[in-house]
């Protein structure tokens, strides 16, 4: 099962998460190229649109440990990374947190206050917990999908730029068509519910070995010099744009790429093409930039922003 081949793997994944979550194409596959890419998630959607039936399928996709953390305003930093307890010889031993997983859902994350969240922001940066200054490292699968409501903003403490930029795109999961939504009553019907994963009749595609495989054949895929230049483009684009007030990091152009790098993968080229660049481009940057507030007071969102930023620059031919 641990042998992974590049060209199967991936879509055959990509068909397990789609059989469980029914009617999120973009996002299914979006997650998946960030995980393949080492990337972090962050999910937007509001409550019971699969989000965490999404990750618990990908989970049991991969044969790989899962891990929920419900985050709260009363949550502590001890409470995910771990504490050191006392021991009969009087020793302190540390006890490791929920975020010693594989992949790990931080469930509504903005209801977490600041310091909670910095903790989980040194994990997602260094891949590592500290804890009475000793560092413990963290699986090498190790990856962050963050949830947040885009309606419910009572009780909330607003991500930072910083935390923000930490993540390699932000996918929104909306509401399924009415045919899909439809399906999903007829599933349930047949036995399916969300909380029994032996019902989602998902079998192992690989381990985190294979995935392992996976990520380093991401890491062979070409991307020539206009492919670059062009992530280039877009990036600066983003930072003279009128209507945008922030625009993208450099962080934002590697995260792009490293991206455009596992799509091609995905679909089986060893090389970037533009069109790889320009699809992923909202995902990737749609939380990193900030609309002018005179036009967000007019309904424009960053991803119609990005969208009139995307369609003035050339797009490379090969």
Sequence with gaps: MDRASPTTDAPRILEALRRVVLGQEDATREVLICLL???????????????????????????????????????????????????????????????????????????????????????????????????????????????????????TYPLPEAELDRFMMKVLVGYPDATHEQSILARTLAGFEADRPETYGVAAVTNAAGLGRLRAAVDTVRAETQITAYVTSVVRATREAASITLGASPRAGVALLKAARAAALMDGRDYVIPDDVKQLAPAVLRHRVNVAPELELEGVTPDVALKAVLDRIEVPTA
């Design 37 to 155: 890419a080492r990337g972090h998630v962050l999910l937007e959607g509001v409550p019971g649109t699969a989000k965490t039936l999404l990750v618990r399928t990908l989970a049991l996709a991969l044969d790989v440990k899962f891990q929920r953390i419900q985050f709260t305003p009363d949550l502590m930093p001890a409470d995910i990374t771990g504490v050191s307890v006392l021991t009969g010889s009087h020793d302190f031993t540390f006890r490791p947190g929920p975020i010693f997983a594989d992949l790990v859902l931080a469930d509504e994350i903005n209801r977490a206050p600041a310091k909670t969240q910095a903790a989980l922001l040194e994990a997602m940066q260094e891949r590592t917990v500290t804890a009475d200054g000793v560092g413990y490292p963290l699986s090498t699968t190790f990856t962050v999908f963050a949830t947040q409501n885009p309606v419910e903003f009572e009780g």
